[in-house]
C-alpha cells in the first residue's frame, strides 16, 4: 500500500506539471485559433469555457477519489490469481499496458455505439474547440463507469494496481497531449502518429461531423484504429469545427444534469 501511496502521488504531480506546461505551451504556439463558441445563440467567453471544463476535472478530482481508487484496489485484491512466471516484472507490465490499452479502444468505441454511455460521454464531446482543459472535461457518471468495468478487466486479467497506476498515468498524459492545442513540427507530428495517437488524429475524432465523431478511438497507441477499420480519412484543418453534429454547448450545471434528462 505504501508504493501504491507513492505511486498515486508521482502520478498527481506528473500530470498536474504536464497539464501546466501543455497549456502554456499551447497559448504560445497554438495550432488552431481558438474559434468563439455559441450558447444560445451568444458568444462563449473563452476563459468561460476553460472555467466549464476545469469545473468537471474538480468535481472529478474531489470525488474520483473515494470511489475509482478503492474500486481499483478491491480489483486488484479479489484477481483471479492464474498468472504464469513470464508475466512479472517488466514483461508482465508490458502486457498490462497492450491490455489496458486495448481495452480503453473498445469502451471508448461502446461509449460512441450505445446510446445510455453516449449519454454522459456526449458531455466530453460537445466542447467547441479543444485544448488540454477539454482532456480533464468528463462527466463523473462515466468516469465511475469506467472504474467499474475496468475493475472487471483487473480481476479476470489479474492486472496489477501497479500496472493500473502507470497505465493511468500514460493514459492521462497521452489525452492531455492529443487534445492539445499545440502546433508541432509536420515531420514530427507524423512521425509519432505512427505510434502514438496525436491532436492530427485526435481532432478530427472531435469533429462536428458524425461520421467523423464515431471514428478514430484510439487513446494511447495508433494502431488500434488500423487494426480495427475505425480510422477516419479526414485530415485535420485549422478550421475544422469542433463538437457534436446538431447539438450546441450548454451551461455547466445542464452539461452535469444532461445524461439523467429525458432526451429526445
Same mark, same amino acid.
Not at 45 to 71: C, M, T, Y
Not at 84 to 100: N, Q
Not at 117 to 127: A, G, I, S
Not at 160 to 166: A, D, G, L, Q, R
Given at each position: 500500500?505504501?508504493?501504491?501511496?507513492?505511486?498515486?502521488?508521482?502520478?498527481? +504531480? $506528473?500530470?498536474?506539471?504536464?497539464?501546466?506546461?501543455?497549456?502554456?505551451?499551447?497559448r504560445l504556439f497554438?495550432?488552431?485559433?481558438?474559434?468563439?463558441?455559441?450558447?444560445?445563440?451568444?458568444?462563449?467567453?473563452?476563459?468561460?469555457?476553460?472555467?466549464?471544463?476545469?469545473?468537471?476535472?474538480?468535481?472529478?478530482?474531489?470525488?474520483?477519489?473515494?470511489?475509482?481508487?478503492?474500486?481499483?484496489?478491491w480489483a486488484s485484491?479479489? %484477481?483471479?490469481?492464474?498468472?504464469?512466471?513470464?508475466?512479472?516484472g517488466s514483461a508482465?507490465?508490458?502486457?498490462?499496458?497492450?491490455?489496458?490499452?486495448?481495452?480503453?479502444?473498445?469502451?471508448?468505441?461502446?461509449?460512441?455505439?450505445?446510446?445510455? &454511455?453516449?449519454?454522459?460521454?456526449?458531455?466530453?464531446?460537445?466542447?467547441?474547440? &479543444?485544448? *488540454?482543459?477539454?482532456? *480533464?472535461?468528463?462527466? &463523473?457518471?462515466?468516469?465511475? &463507469?469506467?472504474?467499474?468495468?475496468?475493475?472487471?478487466?483487473? $480481476?479476470?486479467?489479474?492486472?496489477? %494496481?501497479?500496472? *493500473?497506476?502507470?497505465?493511468?498515468?500514460?493514459?492521462?498524459?497521452?489525452?492531455?497531449?492529443?487534445?492539445?492545442?499545440?502546433?508541432?513540427?509536420?515531420?514530427?507530428?507524423?512521425?509519432?502518429?505512427?505510434?502514438?495517437?496525436?491532436?492530427?488524429?485526435?481532432?478530427?475524432?472531435?469533429?462536428?461531423?458524425?461520421?467523423?465523431?464515431? +471514428?478514430?478511438?484510439?487513446?494511447?497507441?495508433?494502431?488500434?484504429?488500423?487494426?480495427?477499420?475505425?480510422?477516419?480519412?479526414?485530415?485535420?484543418?485549422?478550421?475544422?469545427?469542433?463538437?457534436?453534429?446538431?447539438?450546441?454547448?450548454?451551461?455547466?450545471? %445542464?452539461?452535469? %444534469?444532461?445524461?439523467?434528462?429525458?432526451?429526445?
Amino acid at each position: 500500500m505504501e508504493m501504491l501511496g507513492e505511486l498515486l502521488t508521482g502520478k498527481t +504531480s $506528473i500530470t498536474i506539471l504536464f497539464f501546466g506546461a501543455v497549456f502554456l505551451l499551447e497559448r504560445l504556439f497554438p495550432a488552431a485559433r481558438p474559434q468563439i463558441g455559441r450558447m444560445a445563440g451568444k458568444a462563449i467567453s473563452p476563459l468561460l469555457r476553460v472555467a466549464r471544463n476545469l469545473g468537471f476535472a474538480g468535481i472529478n478530482a474531489l470525488i474520483s477519489p473515494l470511489i475509482v481508487i478503492p474500486i481499483t484496489v478491491w480489483a486488484s485484491r479479489w %484477481s483471479l490469481d492464474w498468472r504464469p512466471d513470464w508475466m512479472t516484472g517488466s514483461a508482465g507490465l508490458v502486457f498490462d499496458l497492450l491490455v489496458l490499452d486495448f481495452w480503453i479502444y473498445w469502451w471508448h468505441r461502446a461509449n460512441h455505439r450505445v446510446p445510455f &454511455l453516449w449519454r454522459f460521454h456526449e458531455v466530453h464531446h460537445l466542447d467547441q474547440f &479543444l485544448d *488540454v482543459t477539454t482532456a *480533464v472535461r468528463f462527466h &463523473l457518471g462515466e468516469v465511475l &463507469l469506467s472504474a467499474i468495468v475496468r475493475g472487471a478487466i483487473i $480481476i479476470i486479467l489479474a492486472v496489477p %494496481s501497479m500496472s *493500473v497506476v502507470i497505465f493511468e498515468t500514460a493514459l492521462l498524459l497521452a489525452t492531455m497531449f492529443h487534445h492539445s492545442n499545440m502546433k508541432l513540427p509536420a515531420g514530427l507530428e507524423r512521425a509519432l502518429s505512427w505510434l502514438v495517437v496525436t491532436p492530427s488524429i485526435h481532432w478530427v475524432h472531435h469533429h462536428a461531423l458524425r461520421r467523423d465523431t464515431d +471514428s478514430n478511438y484510439a487513446t494511447v497507441l495508433s494502431i488500434w484504429d488500423k487494426l480495427f477499420a475505425s480510422r477516419s480519412p479526414t485530415k485535420r484543418s485549422p478550421d475544422l469545427e469542433i463538437g457534436v453534429e446538431g447539438e450546441s454547448e450548454e451551461p455547466f450545471l %445542464s452539461l452535469v %444534469s444532461k445524461p439523467f434528462r429525458i432526451q429526445n
